[in-house]
Each structure stands twice: as structure tokens, then as C-alpha cells.
């Protein structure tokens, strides 16, 4: 059977809830209150204005950053998976590749200069030399 | 209006009546179905949600702001029905559990009470399971709340309300699953 959470929160009718207002104020001696302007009258209401400003700006400088770095990221390895043709081992097998091709690069080799030219290097290694590499490196660290 | 700003209302003598009026306009029908949930009939909830919003006026200076507001409102609500059904069951001279059991059987005839077959079939099954596995499964399932908040609310352990949702939930399902 199958029971639906929210048909016994039904609204309840508007008379009653009046009926029970009135019998409820008149029982505290006091009449109800009620004014629009209830929260922008609270103290803490400025503060929340400021404090979402700042939050927002802040929010929007990280973000901008934080695109800038990750279309970056992924721009390589986008780049270097199309090369490859096989996206979910693109990143073991360019580590693999520069492990491989170590001796020949420069000491200022790094991902960020990673260019189509360097790219075209990796295609002369293949899944068998990879795995090769990963045991050799294994067998003599 | 956050609850830390309604607690500023209501401390505070020259804005407590507003701030009350604000409380009673957003709690009325949570707090109206969860002591329906413990009474099962319209007239005794009315009396009871009545005593309950006088309490919490007379007694708001006391909040200390440990728990959630509301769930301060739940365990006086809560106390207040369960403090109801005694009197009324030592009245008729009757056992608690009659009570809520003879409280359904106008159901039918209840103008507050439009639900479907299915919830009618609920509402029974909460009336024969001890008052304490009941008000944990509708506490739960009616009114969504934590088991964690449960224990706030009936000053007890999240372990003791694991095991009355355990074996309340237990007992429902056999009960609607009884031809």
C-alpha cells in the first residue's frame, strides 16, 4: 500500500484557524500584532544585506579563477586524449610517455608547456611500451 | 525571519507579541497535526494546541536556546497531549490506549479529517501501538523529522528512538498487511 506523506498536512480551514487565534490572544489578555515590515526592522537585517554583498563578490572572483585554471587543465588533457584516442587512460599514459621520453626533455619540462609538437611524441609509444615501462620501472626503480 | 530573530522578538516585552503572533501564524498546523497525531480527534487537538500556544507565551523567557525553537515547541506539544490523554483516560476511566483508540471511532464524522483510505488505514494502525512507538513514527514519518530530533524533542536517547521506530514501523507493517 502505498501511503502518501503529505495529504494528513492538509490546510487547515481559514475559521478555525481565526477561531483559535482569537480564543488564544484573548486567553494572554493581548491582540495579535502583525506588521510587514517585521523583518526588515530586525538589527541583524543590515549586516545580512553587507555580509551577502561581500559573499557574492568573493564568490564571483573565486569562480572567475577557478574557470580560468580548470578550462586550462582540461583543455590538456582534452588536447592529449583526442591525440590519443583513448580518453580514460590519457593521463596514466602521458605520465608513462614522459617517464619514457625523461632523458630527452629539458629540466623545464611541465605540463603547461605541453605543445602539439611534444603531443606528436607521445604518439610513437604505444599501449605495449607502456606497459612495458611500467614494468621495467618496477623492476628496476 | 530567522528563528535567532524571532527569539530576539519574543524575548524582548515590547516586541513579544508580535514575535508571538509570528510564531503562532507559522507553527498552528505543524503543531495541529502532530497532537492530532497523538490525540486522533479534532475536539481534544483543539483543546491541547489552545494550552500549548499559552504555555509557550508564559514560558518563552525560559528558553535557553539549547535545542532548535521548534523543537521546544514539538516537546511542549508533544507533553502537553500526552499530559491531555492522561487526565482525560483517569476521567473515563479508561487506559490511555482505549482512549486513542475510542477517540478514532468518530473519525468518519470528522470534518478535519479528509484522508485517504490508505492514511485512515495508518491512523488505526498508530492507535494500537503504545502511545510512546506512535508519537516516534508520526514524529518521523508526518512530520519528517530526524530520529536525532525526536530524541530532543521526547528528552530521550537516539538509541531508545531507533528501537521504538524499529518496532513501530514492524508492527505498522503487519497490521496494513492484515487482510
Redesign the interface.
Known sequence: ?????T???????KS??QD??N??FE??G??????KT??LT???KPWAVAASFVLLIGGLWYYTNQAKTTSIEQLNVEQIAGYLGNDYEAERYLDATINTLGNEMTLGWHEAELTEEAVSQFLTVDSDTYWMTEINENENP | ??E??LL??LKNPKTK??G???L??TY??RL??HIRSIVHNHTYT?DV??NC??KV?HNIESFEGKSALYTWLYRIATNEALSFLRKEAKHQQLDVDDLRMAALTNQEAD??F???E??K??EVALTQLPHRQATVFSLH??Q?LKLREIAEILDTSLGNVKALHHLAQKKIKKI?NQP
Open positions: 500500500m502505498q501511503l502518501r506523506k495529504s494528513r498536512k492538509q490546510p487547515l480551514p478555525y484557524i483559535l487565534e480564543r488564544v486567553e494572554l493581548i491582540a495579535p500584532e502583525r506588521s517585521i523583518a530586525s538589527i541583524s | 525571519m530567522t535567532v530573530e530576539t522578538f507579541t508580535r508571538f503572533t509570528y503562532f501564524d498552528n498546523e495541529y497535526h483543539d494546541l489552545q500556544f499559552i507565551y470534518p478535519y479528509d484522508a485517504s490508505a492514511e488505514k495508518l514519518y508526518n519528517e496494513l
